[in-house]
């Protein structure tokens, strides 16, 4: 369990009612339904827990397993940890 | 060959909470929906007359992972989209191409809700950033756009911004494509949230708004009264599925009324003084598209806002085009019980006048208890529902700020020719 995932979890629970047992690190964004409008609302989501600011151009992720990846890299650069 | 367009559905958000028809019945009884309203905004709280569709649930309509990706200006109209979809008989969960149906509908301020919540966060509460729906919830094609992608429309999908007049305009520019053949089914409408704390503001600003207090809100909008103290905001929706007529009769669509004339046109004179002069030639173009005479007009849904200079300017327009009979023209302006809905008045008002007509009930012009002798002229319909007159041809008029003017046509008595 992360951070990031459970960003996610409360995210969609909220949004969609998406029960959070379904999101998993497998999850594809394609099988939740996630298009790119949502995958734009789930950046900021990340933006405003995290207080992190994501690049314009990020790259697009096909689960959710990759869309934590690219935060948790975003975080670390930006920490310098 | 010239086409005949038929209203086969009719949806609309009723303020009341119930139906379209339970709405209906209640303005019969000249019930208001007007209620005060007040906010704990700051630095200076709202605190006015207002329409508001409190019971509205958007989740339970659309479902939440929708309902999320709209202002609530579109939830309204997506609401009574959805309605007078289905009632017309489509399936509101097919989304097959529909090439012959299009969408045309009405706002005049569109997500301007989203929009403000983005300011406040920017200039009020610091924050660097604000969602990224805000582009797709603020756009004023944004309810046209929900309503064909849910509905599968693949003809035009165009949307009308003409302040007041905006629906009315819309439905009728959908009636033309219809005529000309460019569509079969149009859904044309339209909705508007105006409650908003910048906007309210504005139109305060204005100075056209009436006072009210608990006690007496229901009551704050009086058109055509000799105290009558301004317009009502409100926030509504309502839309109409027109269609060609030979279409709706091959499918075995039941025609609820005939939509016979259009006529817009531009007082090209003032930004908010209105003139006869461009109301008398919409209500004179929408006759004549119609085929129509005055005297065969039994009833005029007026614009009525309540405003000082609108209403006998709206009067003035009447006693000109209808002449000697003009005494005879029941008249009612129904805004004094479901407020001025902005960009939706004109199809909310359209519900009412095919309501009126198929049940042969015109609905009064509320709280009015002595004309302003500058509106008199016409055959008012003050205290109570007209029934049993026999009414069958209607006009629904809507002016606007800016000078447009837009007159629907309305009839119940060719339905089954």
Known sequence: ?81 | MVRRVAITGLGLVSPFGGSTEDFFARLLAGESCVRHYTTDDKPRALCMPAVRCDRFEPDAVMGKALSGTMDRYAQLGFAAAKEAWSHAGFAVDDKSEKNDCGVAWGTALGGTLAYERGYRDLWQNGRERISPLSVVLGMNNAASAHIAIQFGMGNSCLSYTVACASAAAAIGEAYRRIRTGEAAVMLAGGSDAPLCYGVVRAWEALRVMAPGDTANSSRACRPFGADRGGLVLGEGAAALVLEDWQHAVNRGAPILAELAGYGATCDHSHLVRPDAHGQIRAIELALADAGLRPDEIDYINAHGTATREGDPTEVEALRHVFAEHAPELAVSATKSMHGHMMGASGAVEAVITVLALRQDALPPTAHVDTLDPACTGVRHLLGGALRGSGARVALSNSFAFGGSNAVLAIRTDRNET
């Open chain 1, 1 to 81: 369990m992360n951070d990031e995932l459970e960003i996610v979890r409360g995210f969609l629970r909220e949004r969609l009612n998406i029960d959070p047992a379904r999101i998993t690190v497998e999850a594809t964004m394609e099988e939740l339904d996630i298009d790119s409008l949502m995958l734009l609302e789930l950046f900021f989501e990340f933006e405003e827990r995290l207080d992190v600011t994501l690049s314009q151009n990020l790259p697009t992720p096909k689960t959710i397993g990759q869309l934590i990846d690219i935060v948790k890299g975003l975080r670390r650069a930006h920490t310098g940890g």
